[in-house]
């Protein structure tokens, strides 16, 4: 019996990243005036939108280059959350101090599309994760998991992507429990989802008012919004690469997110 | 003879992060008001430091929340030049339109930093590089050449890092004709480096002036400056993951650039 060549794990990754064994997916929304952002009743104040300056384009200016400034939200676009962002994390870490280690590893795919288009305002409850266990397995361990609503389709346009009325803002989201319990008896890294954030569209009426993020970010867990194209991905057997700008001080960052799949 | 379990490259790769097999080497800056940026000369205009603004903090304006807004030139920080930074690259790509797959691949590490550090205005020559290969083997087809300098050890002092008097900046960089051949006579996506432009400080002196951004971005291959800690990396073997924000219409993006490498 022969010894099998002595492939490491990344040049296997290189080799099926170049055969297309390997697929990247990209999960993240594009970043212009019109990315649909969080609009927060007064007295709240609200982030600035995504906005491009030109600074120079082949002129006096820069001869031979163009460049611009830009400026946004940290929450604006498809970004991550990190503790000091809640009032139940203010002690915790900033974005820039978010360890690598927790950013990148295995992610699994739930899939409330069904539930989310006949109900708008679906909380996702324990039973629901806990019958994904039972039919898919364990939670990933220091991993992700991605909630799938379908609300994706709504991400070039800010009305249908808020979905607010008189009554509020219609956006499916997580139950006070099952945030308590993905926070506090989960080893996940954390979560991401479809719509503008991680709670529900009228989650300040819920008790904790935002309990995914009060849980979440509480708990040293992290939270990943505005992600597209999670239909693509497999239930189990991504990896993702979660990429926030390390800002000192920031209470969130805008981030590529990649993941990686098994090729078809 | 029996089959080996059916490891997948991701299940494999997934396993490996858990147990510290790969590691995850951050190469970027972190990103505050005192992060080093370019400043040209008059007539050109330069692009705006980073700054964070307060918007809530656990205030009446957020009560459970903090936030900030948060502005910057485009090619501040760690960052990625886009072909539409350059007058040859004018009718390229933008940063968002750059594909991931070019952007996850194999990386290489090329280390420069013993004759950086006897002459600052080393430029590395298309021999140095061909020297490089019959040592270590190939350049990576759709990879990285990352090249180390030690000039992120000054990434935290602006003076240092742009090392400019009198008679200009004295950072090293590539020759003409090293920055033809690389765009022109290889397969490569791009090239890092530790400094914070692509070119040489003095390049501006070179012909065509910026050789590099020249060559490089009319070539649609692309460029990572300000790296940080290459010196962790191996010569061959790593997996860089590269993560521009996609601005549409950006001419570069500030980007979280993760190396995954085996472990010891
Ligand atoms: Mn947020
Ligand atoms: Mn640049």
Redesign the pocket.
Known sequence: MTTPPATTTLTQLAAGLADQAVNIVDLTNTLSASTPT?RLPEPFSNLDDFSLQNVARFDEAGPMWAHNNFSQG??VGT???API?WISGRDGKDVAQIEPERLVGPAVGLDFSTESAQDPDFLIEVEHIQAWVAEHGPLPENGWLLFRTGWDQYAHDQAAFLNADATGSHTPGFSAECSRWLAEETTISGIGVET???DQGNAAELDPPFPM?YHLLGNDKY?I?SLQNLAKLPTRGAVIIVSPLPIVGG??SPCRVFALVEGA
Do not use: M, R, S, Y
């Open positions: 969080l940290e929450h970004h991550i959350d962002h503008v954030g991680i993020h939270g919004t209470t969130a």
